[in-house]
């Protein structure tokens, strides 16, 4: 790995030049921001190598949002939010939470964080929700996104680092098969690591659209495959049928470093492509030639290296953590984890999205990836933090359970959340505002007025990456400083100051560090030991070497310092034996398939402009003028079927709800889907009609995949709905509850 050494602040005439990184995506692409208005340039650094994308060249602009939240908010009898004092709102926030403590216990408070907190604050919320509450019920909206992955390499390899090598590693590999993940827009300065496989033909891309991704395909570079949308599994069991039939597995490899071999052998024995074909849509002897590409590559057969890499179109399904099962036994079968320019990973995607699933801010965990039924994990943690093992909470609800639960007779009735806007993009929209209707306190923090804390009664404004001191760890696992640069304006907090405040109100006998560098102490020996040790690690270590990865245990070889560890597997794996394990997993298909009344595959996705729920990128006038709202994208011969022409407004139906957005016409998705972004709210909001059912084993709701009827709207139909949805850009905020009495205001 190539070190670059870490920018230190600069004096500089203007004001300080700090390097920084990106607040977006899990790239964490390195930039400077200089002078007072935090102005933007790329920095070099071994995953972007100076390049940002459109998202990051424009993320100061969020600094300086007009509509940026200075002061908390309460919700009046009016129903109106009104400014209020720090005091009034965590005060009126308290004692909320000590009354429905004692009426309903510990667990009928919940709390909901983010994959794009800092580590320190990860940790903080969870700490914060097993002590000064002592709820079982904190989960994120990492559940939404990597959720399934995280499963399958946990139970597999034995450990979760999405990627278990550096991203670079991709420029030597020889084949790449990329699962459902468009790159190209979603981390755009990455695509530069793929020249090499591009160059040698190599680039494999599964996705039922023709995405910029699948484009890079194109002149030799690879090939597309375009399956039938959650028919992924049998592609995978269909190419690893191939690698046994024509003897083309790493039989050494699989007898030295793995078990459970002959089980999944047995399990692919029956997808012989010509069946895939019947369920997946892929020509037979493409799938063939694919997996022969893949062992060609693979170290066994001399090649120069091998990856599989999943997105989220094969991890958001009911059958997530099978699929990503699948490919894992793929790379197993071809020896490919642990060797050079070879493996699985899975493209983690918020900026903290490997870090915030692994300090405790999951319903089952503790810092350093432990689980919290672990009784010496909760030893260990509970020694950190002061208490007796006994008090700390157990296992909490999934994401989307707890959604579901809230404001249910047995369910929480109060909820803060952190990080998430969650009526953008949690599944089945419609649903959860009614339980968020429900509940009896919702307490939002953020720093822009985002939908979901439009609907609170409570806001909280914090600060935002380029005014805090904290860490990331990107999706290679590499842990990196978030650096302040400028001043937050008058009024906010940062978040690690509010729970602190709020714990001391609810009169905790924890304290909580405030910090940015002590808090990432505590973390640190707290995560000792465990499978995402951070031990060696410190903010200082961290400001001089930006090379560093995790685990990084506090002593390496004979007492050194350890020097972090850029590549996984390479000698054994972190399980009971050592070994990887092989499971034999099948196909079941999308919870809610194609059928008469719903004839046609929905698939939702981003684009390059926008991030997320867009409550950042929204408000940038560029990203919002160079994609301004949702829309539908279809092929041609489906809107000539459904009599449609380019930029009309589509109906989309499920048995969940409606969507509404302009047609998009294409020829690159199939004639039997549809393809819509998931950035916007009201009504093109696509979460209106996903499913919220999810994978039994990771809790990851099926996002990707849902049926839909589709038809050209109506002029009539939209003149009789009684109650539109739409306001402006925005769910116009249904007041739910009264909170502050006139004589308080
Ligand atoms: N511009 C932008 N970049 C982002 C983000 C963002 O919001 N905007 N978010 C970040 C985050 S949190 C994440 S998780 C990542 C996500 O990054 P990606 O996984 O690359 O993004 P998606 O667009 O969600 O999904 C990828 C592809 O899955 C395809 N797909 C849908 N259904 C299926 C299916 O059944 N099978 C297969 N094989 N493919 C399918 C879609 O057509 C889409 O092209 O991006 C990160 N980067
Ligand atoms: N249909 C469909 N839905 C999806 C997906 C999909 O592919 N299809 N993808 C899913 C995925 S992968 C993801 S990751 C989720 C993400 O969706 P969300 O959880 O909604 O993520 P963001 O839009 O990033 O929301 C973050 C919110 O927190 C605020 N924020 C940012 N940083 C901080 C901070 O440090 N502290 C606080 N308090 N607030 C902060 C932002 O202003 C914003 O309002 O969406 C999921 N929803
Ligand atoms: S690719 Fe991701 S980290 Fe890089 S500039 Fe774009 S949004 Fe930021
Ligand atoms: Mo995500």
């Not at 230190?8 to 930039?31: F, K, N, R, S």
């Not at 499963?151 to 990329?178: E, H, M, S, T, Y």
């Not at 395909?217 to 049998?234: E, F, K, N, S």
Request: aromatic share 4%.
């Amino acid at each position: 790995m190539t070190t670059t050494a870490a920018t230190p602040a600069v004096a500089d005439p203007t004001g300080p030049t700090i390097a920084t990184h990106c607040p977006y995506c899990a790239l964490q692409c390195a930039m400077t921001l200089a002078g007072p208005q935090a102005e933007v340039s790329g920095r070099d650094f071994p995953t972007n190598k100076g390049g940002l994308c459109q998202k990051g060249w424009t993320s100061a602009t969020v600094l300086r949002a007009p509509d940026r939240l200075t002061t908390p908010l309460i919700r009046g009898r009016d129903h109106e939010l009104h400014p209020a004092s720090w005091d009034r709102a965590l005060a009126l926030i308290a004692e909320r939470i000590t009354a429905t403590k004692a009426t309903y216990g510990p667990d009928a408070v919940a709390v909901f964080g983010g994959g794009g907190l800092t580590n320190e604050k990860a940790y903080t919320l969870g700490k914060f929700a097993r002590t000064a509450i002592g709820t079982a019920n904190i989960d994120y909206n990492g559940r939404f996104c990597m959720a399934s992955a995280a499963a399958a390499a946990n139970r597999a390899l034995g450990v979760d680092r999405g990627l278990p090598f550096p991203l670079a590693d991709l420029a030597g590999a020889q084949a790449i098969l990329l699962l459902g993940s468009n790159l190209a827009e979603t981390m755009p300065p990455a695509v530069q690591h793929l020249a090499g496989v591009r160059g040698q033909g190599g680039l494999i891309v599964v996705d039922p659209r023709r995405s910029a991704t699948a484009r890079l395909t194109a002149d030799g570079a690879g090939i597309h495959l375009q399956p039938a949308p959650g028919t992924d599994l049998v592609v995978l069991q269909a190419l690893l049928h191939v690698v046994f039939a024509e003897r083309l597995a790493d039989e050494s490899y699989l007898a030295q470093r793995t078990s459970g071999v002959e089980q999944v052998r047995r399990s692919v024995s029956t997808w012989w492509p010509e069946r895939a074909e019947q369920v997946c849509g892929i020509n037979a002897e493409t799938l063939r030639t694919v997996a022969r590409r893949l062992a060609a590559a693979s170290p066994a057969h001399g090649g120069r290296g091998a990856m599989i890499l999943s997105g989220r179109g094969v991890e958001q399904s009911t059958q997530g953590t099978d699929t990503v099962t699948a490919a894992i036994n793929l790379a197993l079968a071809l020896g490919l984890p642990g060797r050079a320019a070879s493996g699985y990973g899975a493209i983690t995607g918020q900026g903290n999205g490997q870090g915030g699933r692994e300090h405790g801010q999951k319903a089952d965990q503790l810092p350093g990836y432990r689980r919290i039924d672990d009784p010496a994990a909760r030893a260990q943690v509970a020694g950190v933090w002061g208490v007796d093992p006994e008090t700390l909470p157990g296992v909490g609800l999934p994401a989307v359970e707890l959604l579901r639960r809230l404001g249910t007779p047995e369910g929480p009735k109060v909820l803060l959340v952190h990080g998430s806007n969650l009526l953008v993009s949690a599944p089945n929209a419609g649903r959860l505002r009614d339980r968020l209707a429900a509940l009896d306190l919702l307490v939002v923090s953020d720093f822009v007025p985002s939908e979901t804390a439009l609907l609170a009664d409570v806001v909280l404004p914090v600060t935002q990456w380029a005014e805090e001191e904290g860490t990331m760890t990107s999706l290679e696992g590499r842990v990196i400083r978030r650096r302040r640069a400028i001043d937050p304006p008058p009024g906010v907090r940062s978040e690690l100051d509010i729970l602190a405040e709020l714990a001391r109100r609810l009169e905790s006998e924890v304290d909580l560090e405030t910090g940015p560098a002590a808090v990432f102490d505590e973390l640190a020996r707290a995560s000792a030991g465990g499978p995402a040790d951070y031990s060696g690690l410190s903010h200082a270590r961290l400001d001089l070497e930006p090379d560093l990865f995790w685990p990084c245990p506090a002593t390496g070889p004979a007492g050194s310092q350890h020097p972090g560890t850029a590549r996984l597997f390479t000698d054994t794996f972190p399980t009971a034996d050592g070994r990887a394990r092989m499971i034999a997993v099948d196909h079941r298909g999308p919870s809610d398939d194609v059928r008469p009344d719903a004839p046609i595959y929905l698939v939702t996705g981003r684009v390059l402009q926008h991030y997320q729920s867009g409550a950042q990128t929204r408000r940038v006038p560029e990203l919002a003028k160079a994609c301004p709202g949702p829309y539908v994208e279809m092929h041609q011969a489906l809107a000539d079927r459904i009599g449609v022409v380019e930029g009309e407004l589509v109906v989309l139906t499920s048995s969940r709800g409606e969507v509404t957005a302009a047609a998009r016409l294409t020829s690159n998705i199939r004639t039997d889907t549809v393809f819509m972004p998931f950035h916007w709210s009201g009504a093109g909001s696509a979460n209106l009609v996903t499913t919220d059912a999810t994978d039994p084993i990771s809790g990851m709701p099926e996002f990707k995949v849902c049926a839909v009827s589709i038809c050209a709207s109506r002029p009539s139909q939209q003149a009789a709905d009684p109650a539109p949805r739409r306001s402006g850009d925005s769910l116009s905020p249904v007041p739910v509850r009264v909170l502050m009495d006139e004589e308080n205001r």
